[in-house]
């Protein structure tokens, strides 16, 4: 089975702190996305990745970065954390076009 | 841009009844549909993907079936249980970037 593994399951970070979200699959797989989950908001879509170096910006890329270095790793940045990011954020990879794979999720809290 | 629509919202049912959820599409142009599931505070898990070229996919309980023209996708849970409370979102991805709509969910309680 594919896994998909983000690195913290909980994390709480000051205001203004850089923050890493790391995302890591094991399955050879073409194309990573992140996104947040909110109450009543749904899933919204972050950034997302169809290779290495790439990157393309989603719905709500404001306050975010991301990195691909490697295939297998994607790793979400928030350059100044601030209260409205506190949320859940969740990794996916993709082959090609077929069905996702999610990691556990990350329950980030900026104070 | 595609619209996906999940009813109910919200369904409360003692254990052992067949439930069927839904999921509305506006743009019949997928490319398959997948449903998930997801515990509170967790991940979600793919439960059963259906390719736009077929009417349905079966695991275990749960059997979804796909009507691209009326722009539908219900998921059936036979016999339900306890361990089936949870969210049950489902995921259509249409239009050149192959980026699914995700809906909100139907928020699911089987009480025993």
């Known amino acids: 089975d594919v896994k998909v593994t983000q690195s913290s399951r909980y994390l709480v970070k000051r205001t203004g702190e850089k923050v890493f979200l790391e995302c890591v699959q094991d399955?050879?797989?073409?194309?990573m996305f992140w996104y947040r989950q909110d109450p009543g908001l749904g899933l919204r879509l972050i950034y997302f990745s169809y290779d290495v170096k790439m990157k393309e910006k989603g719905d709500i890329p404001e306050g975010y970065s991301v990195s691909r270095e490697k295939k297998e790793r994607f790793s979400l940045i928030l350059e100044s954390a601030s209260t409205n990011q506190t949320s859940m954020y969740l990794c996916?990879?993709?082959?090609?076009?077929?069905?996702?794979?999610f990691g556990s999720g990350t329950r980030l809290t900026v104070v | 841009k595609q619209e996906v629509t999940q009813i109910p919202a919200a369904l409360s049912v003692p254990e052992g009844e067949n439930l069927v959820l839904n999921c509305s599409f506006t743009d019949s142009a997928i490319y398959n549909l997948q449903w998930f599931r997801q515990d509170p505070g967790k991940g979600l898990t793919s439960l059963l993907l259906i390719q736009s070229s077929q009417r349905e996919q079966t695991s275990g309980r749960l059997n979804a079936s796909l009507d691209k023209s009326s722009g539908r996708s219900t998921l059936y849970i036979a016999a339900s249980q306890p361990g089936d409370s949870a969210t049950y979102l489902c995921?259509?991805?249409?239009?050149?970037?192959?980026?699914?709509?995700f809906g909100r969910g139907t928020s699911l309680i089987v009480h025993p």
């Open positions: 996916a990879s993709r082959p090609g076009t077929l069905g996702y794979t």
């Open positions: 995921a259509v991805p249409s239009g050149g970037s192959y980026i699914p709509t």
């Open positions: 399955m050879d797989h073409e194309n």
